[in-house]
Nanobody, 128 residues
C-alpha cells in the first residue's frame, strides 16, 4: 500500500502556530495532490485545504483562510500544513490524504472521495 504518516500534532495555546508534516514513503510516480482534513470530536470530517502538485493551495473550509497554508518538499516527499493563529475550534484529529486522480486539487462536490490514500492522523489540541 501507499502509507502516509502525519506528525507534528500536539497542544498549542490559542494564537500560537503549529506545523504538521505528511510524509509519503512510497509516493506515486505521477504528480499528485495532497489534502488535509480534520475531524473534531462529535463532528464529521471536513476538508481543510489541498495543495496541488505544482504547489497551488485550495482552501476548503472558510474558517482557515488567511491562517492556514501549505508547502511542499518534493525531495523529501513531504507536505507541510502550517497553522497560524490557532483557535480552540481548530482542535481535532488532522489527516493528510493523497489523490491520484490528477495533479490538481479536487474541488467538486464529494471531493473527499477523490482522495485515495489516508494517513493515520495526528491530534491537535488548542487550549489555554
Amino acid at each position: 500500500q501507499l502509507p502516509l504518516v502525519e506528525s507534528g500534532g500536539g497542544l498549542a495555546h490559542p494564537g500560537y502556530s503549529l506545523i504538521l508534516s505528511c510524509e509519503t514513503s512510497t509516493p506515486p510516480s505521477n504528480p499528485y495532490a495532497i489534502g488535509w482534513f480534520r475531524q473534531a470530536p462529535g463532528r464529521e470530517r471536513e476538508g481543510v485545504l489541498c495543495m496541488s502538485a505544482s504547489g497551488d493551495v485550495t482552501p476548503y473550509v472558510k474558517s482557515i483562510r488567511g491562517r492556514f497554508t501549505a508547502s511542499r518538499d518534493n525531495d523529501k516527499n513531504t507536505v507541510f500544513l502550517r497553522m497560524n493563529e490557532l483557535r480552540v475550534g481548530d482542535t481535532g484529529r488532522y489527516y493528510c490524504a493523497l489523490s491520484t486522480s490528477g495533479p490538481e486539487c479536487p474541488v467538486d462536490v464529494g471531493y473527499e472521495s477523490q482522495f485515495d490514500y489516508w494517513g493515520q492522523g495526528t491530534r491537535v489540541t488548542v487550549s489555554a
